[in-house]
């Protein structure tokens, strides 16, 4: 009697604690990571990726700091974070993850002092493919032009912030 009583209390013991758990993750459907070093950030995105969470946006805050929200999701995604103050670079650099099988995560550009982040994601069957076409100038009417330009070459426009320059990305699907 005593046995099957206690087998009992285990066992809703160990409900509680999975009904509170699973209370605990419904809560946490979102999270709010800020750091103002960007080696941190990628670490942090890393860790809260393999918890489940996706990157929905990011922006710069005062003092410094890069905020990125993300939301809990059931796919396990891949990201790679992007930092850089020069134009030729950041083009190098989209384009090799895009040949990884990396995307441009489109509210997840922002500027942090003078250099320009970008958040890319992969999709566990990394099967994304595209072309990207980084714009940045100072001059509106000269971005206009660049803008008109790429839409005409078939690109769309997947992020755009505004720091030291005006910073456009274009996004074509090559399938």
Same mark, same amino acid.
């Given at each position: !009697?005593?046995?099957?009583?206690?087998?009992?209390?285990?066992?809703?013991?160990?409900?509680?604690? /999975?009904?509170? *758990?699973?209370?605990? @993750?419904?809560?946490?459907?979102?999270?709010?990571?800020?750091?103002?070093?960007?080696?941190?950030?990628?670490?942090?995105?890393? $860790? +809260? @990726?393999? *918890?489940?969470?996706?990157?929905?946006? /990011?922006?710069?805050?005062?003092?410094?700091?890069?905020?990125?929200?993300?939301?809990?999701?059931? $796919?396990?995604?891949?990201?790679?974070?992007? +930092?850089?103050?020069?134009?030729?670079?950041?083009?190098?650099?989209?384009?090799? /993850?895009?040949?990884? #099988?990396?995307?441009?995560?489109?509210?997840? !550009?922002?500027?942090? %002092?003078?250099?320009?982040?970008?958040? !890319?994601?992969?999709?566990?069957?990394?099967?994304?493919? @595209?072309?990207?076409?980084?714009? /940045?100038?100072?001059?509106?009417?000269?971005?206009?032009?660049?803008?008109?330009?790429?839409?005409?070459? %078939?690109?769309?426009?997947? +992020?755009?912030?505004? #720091?030291?320059?005006?910073? +456009?990305?274009?996004?074509?699907?090559?399938?």
């Amino acid at each position: !009697m005593r046995s099957s009583i206690a087998i009992t209390l285990l066992v809703l013991s160990a409900a509680a604690v /999975a009904a509170a *758990q699973e209370t605990t @993750a419904q809560d946490n459907r979102y999270l709010l990571l800020a750091t103002e070093r960007t080696r941190t950030m990628q670490q942090e995105i890393d $860790d +809260a @990726a393999s *918890q489940g969470f996706r990157v929905v946006t /990011a922006n710069r805050a005062s003092g410094g700091e890069v905020i990125v929200l993300l939301e809990r999701t059931k $796919d396990r995604v891949r990201y790679r974070l992007l +930092a850089t103050t020069r134009t030729g670079t950041l083009q190098r650099e989209i384009t090799e /993850a895009a040949d990884q #099988g990396y995307r441009v995560v489109p509210q997840a !550009m922002t500027t942090k %002092g003078d250099e320009v982040l970008v958040l !890319m994601q992969k999709t566990p069957d990394g099967s994304a493919i @595209a072309r990207y076409q980084v714009l /940045a100038t100072e001059r509106t009417r000269t971005l206009q032009k660049e803008i008109s330009q790429a839409s005409l070459d %078939g690109y769309r426009l997947v +992020a755009f912030t505004s #720091g030291a320059e005006n910073v +456009a990305v274009f996004e074509r699907d090559i399938r």
